[in-house]
């Protein structure tokens, strides 16, 4: 959203004769209808947010814009075979994200960015407007102007990896080199090799663009002991290993295995850590010790998923009563609760 919102004032300030024309009020108008039905059908979807960063303090700092921010290699950076193996690996593996647009497109972009026939029409402007503001946020605090952006724009502070915006350029070469092709294809028109060459550029930015072969990882599915968890009327879950934010991403399997309870789980991954997180980890780390099954009562947890294979306890372990055991998986009840 952060992002459309970008590529929006861009494109507003690349159509000047918009707010400088009679058009101004009916432009105007349009546009401001436009932004509260947006703001309306956006809204559900942003209070979460709101009551995150209220309740949790859900916010990005400028030094996570720095660290996330673009660089040249970004932009010079791809996973595509044909590109990787020749040059681009050095880039590649320095790069926070791939941001190349191929050679073909950003020649046939260039080309129309710098023909006034081409820019004489709007949407064109429009295209190119967003593409250099995409670049431009892509750096980051690197920008000039983007801190005081940061605190004058409340959503800003919700953005950590400002490299992505860099995806407003590659959207931007797609869409010029389209108007390169057709103004092209108008130029040559009736020419017998016109098809046979608009279909080679097809294949060559598809070439480009080839990622091939893909590996992949067998999926083995989520074990039914979490039926279990699915039967039970309420429940509150942890799951074992409790993975500490060194290595935070670890506990994203555990989210995965949830949709086969819907349960509330302790244990969760996203780009943001709670502060609450940290307490919780120190709490349980001495699982499962007095101390961490006391922790465990305070947080109110009923249940516990311990991965066998990854962590060893005992069978008679105080506050704890085994339910299930399958897939190297064993699932308690922990007493004193009641869900």
């Known amino acids: 959203m952060v992002f459309a919102l970008v590529a929006l004032a861009a494109a507003v300030l690349a159509r000047p004769s918009e707010w400088t024309s009679a058009r101004f009020f009916p432009a105007a108008r349009a546009l401001a209808v436009a932004g509260v039905v947006s703001a309306i059908c956006v809204f559900p979807f942003l209070l979460p947010y709101y009551h995150a960063r209220q309740d949790y303090g859900l916010t990005r700092r400028l030094s996570d814009a720095a660290m996330y921010a673009a660089s040249i290699n970004d932009y010079l950076a791809t996973g595509a075979r044909l590109h990787f193996s020749a040059w681009s690996r050095r880039f590649y593996e320095h790069s926070g994200t791939s941001l190349f647009p191929g050679f073909l497109a950003f020649v046939l972009a260039l080309a129309a960015a710098t023909r006034p026939s081409i820019l004489r029409d709007p949407r064109a402007r429009m295209c190119l407007a967003c593409g250099v503001a995409g670049f431009a946020f892509s750096f980051g605090t690197s920008m000039p102007g983007y801190k005081l952006l940061y605190y004058a724009i409340p959503v800003l502070q919700g953005i950590r990896a400002t490299n992505r915006v860099g995806y407003l350029v590659i959207v931007a070469v797609a869409t010029l080199a389209g108007f390169a092709v057709a103004f092209l294809r108008q130029r040559w028109s009736g020419r017998r090799w016109l098809t046979a060459a608009s279909i080679a550029v097809i294949a060559v930015v598809n070439l480009e663009a080839l990622r091939a072969p893909l590996w992949y990882k ?120 009641h869900p």
């Open 218 to 337: 067998p999926y083995e599915g989520i074990s039914p002991i979490y039926e279990d968890l699915a039967a039970e009327r309420r429940a509150v879950v942890v799951e074992f290993p409790l993975y500490p934010h060194r290595v935070y991403f670890a506990n994203a399997p555990y989210m995965l295995n949830s949709t086969r309870h819907w349960k509330p789980l302790v244990n969760g991954y996203s780009a943001f850590i709670p502060p609450t997180f940290y307490r919780i980890c120190d709490a349980l780390e001495s699982f499962p010790a007095s101390d961490a099954m006391r922790a465990l009562r305070d947080l109110g947890v009923s249940h516990v998923v311990v991965h066998n294979d990854a962590i060893h306890i005992p069978d008679n372990v105080d506050g704890l009563s085994l339910i299930d055991r399958r897939d190297n998986i064993s699932l308690y009840r922990v007493s004193g609760i």
